[in-house]
C-alpha cells in the first residue's frame, strides 16, 4: 500500500528547489536544473494522487472512527505543512513572467490542487471521526429496545449470506 | 468468539432505507457485522466505547464515502447476552454528506 506521506527525501528535495528560487530566479537555472525540478514536482503529484486513491479506497471499504484517527491523525500536520511549502512556492513565481517560472509553476498548480483535495478530505474525515458520539436517553433506549424485545420486534439471521440479504435487500 | 446477531426490526427498517448505493450498503453492512459479531472483548471493554463502564451497551462509529459523500453511521450494541452468544444491535445513526 502506498504510504500516506510525503517521504523524507522528496521534503527535502522540494524546499532545496523552493530555496533556490529564493536564492537566484528560475530565469537564471540552467535548463537542466528546471527540468530536474519539474520531474522532482510531477514525481510528488504521482505519489500524492496515489495517496489520495490510497486514502478514497480506504474510505470506501469503510473504518472504524476511533482506529482512523489513531491511524490517520498523525498524517494531518504533515499534509498541511506540504500544502504550506507548495503555496510559498507558488507565491515566490507568481510575479515572474519567463518561460521557465511559468513551466515550473503550471506545475506546481497541478500538485497544489491534488495536494488540496488529499488534505481536505483527510481533514473532513478526521473532524468526523473526532465528533463526539451522539447524546442518547440510555433508559429510555434500554426500555424501548426491551419493549420490542417482549413484542418479538428483533430479528435474527443464521449466516452471514441472510444476514447481508436481510439487511440490504431494500430494492 | 463469534456472536450471533439480532437487530431490533426498526433498525433493520433504517438500515434498509438508507440512501446508499448498493455496493456501499453490502460494504456497509458487511463491515457492521464483522464489527458486532466479530468483535473483540478488548472492544467491548475498551471505556471509550462504552457510555458507561457498567452500562450494557456498547457503541462505535463507522466512517465511510459513497459516491463523494463521507457517511458517518453510530452504532449502539446491548451485549448484555453475550455470555450466550448474542448480540443485539437497537441503535443505528447515520449522517450521510
Given at each position: 500500500m502506498t504510504a500516506l506521506t510525503m517521504p523524507t527525501l522528496e521534503r527535502r528535495l522540494f524546499q532545496a528547489a523552493k530555496e533556490e528560487a529564493e536564492a537566484k530566479s528560475v530565469s537564471e537555472w540552467p535548463k537542466e536544473s528546471v527540468e530536474t525540478c519539474l520531474v522532482l514536482i510531477r514525481e510528488i503529484r504521482a505519489r500524492t494522487v496515489r495517496m489520495l486513491e490510497t486514502l478514497e479506497a480506504i474510505l470506501a471499504e469503510g473504518i472504524e472512527a476511533r482506529a482512523f484517527k489513531r491511524d490517520f491523525a498523525p498524517l494531518l500536520p504533515a499534509?498541511?505543512?506540504d500544502m504550506t511549502a507548495i503555496r510559498e512556492f507558488v507565491e515566490k513565481l507568481s510575479s515572474s513572467e519567463d518561460d521557465a517560472s511559468g513551466r515550473i509553476l503550471a506545475a506546481l498548480h497541478s500538485l497544489e490542487e491534488v495536494e488540496e483535495t488529499y488534505r481536505d478530505l483527510l481533514a473532513e474525515?478526521?473532524?468526523?471521526?473526532?465528533?463526539?458520539?451522539?447524546?442518547?436517553?440510555?433508559?429510555?433506549?434500554?426500555?424501548?429496545?426491551?419493549a420490542d424485545f417482549k413484542a418479538g420486534r428483533f430479528v435474527s439471521f443464521t449466516t452471514n449470506e441472510e444476514m447481508l440479504e436481510g439487511l440490504t435487500d431494500k430494492e | 468468539m463469534r456472536y450471533s446477531l439480532e437487530?431490533?426490526?426498526?433498525?433493520?427498517?433504517?438500515?434498509?432505507?438508507?440512501?446508499l448505493s448498493r455496493t456501499a450498503r453490502v460494504k456497509l453492512n458487511t463491515r457492521l457485522i464483522a464489527l458486532t459479531a466479530e468483535v473483540p472483548d478488548s472492544f467491548r471493554s475498551d471505556p471509550e466505547n462504552r457510555p458507561e463502564?457498567?452500562?450494557?451497551?456498547?457503541?462505535?462509529t463507522y466512517l465511510f464515502r459513497d459516491a463523494n459523500r463521507s457517511c458517518t453511521l453510530y452504532v449502539v450494541v446491548d451485549d448484555s447476552s453475550a455470555a450466550y452468544g448474542v448480540m443485539s444491535i437497537v441503535y443505528v445513526d447515520c449522517q450521510i454528506g
Open positions: 499534509a498541511e505543512s474525515v478526521l473532524a468526523r471521526a473526532s465528533n463526539p458520539h451522539p447524546s442518547l436517553d440510555w433508559e429510555r433506549l434500554k426500555s424501548e429496545s426491551d | 437487530f431490533r426490526e426498526s433498525v433493520r427498517d433504517y438500515l434498509r432505507q438508507l440512501p463502564p457498567t452500562s450494557r451497551f456498547y457503541h462505535f
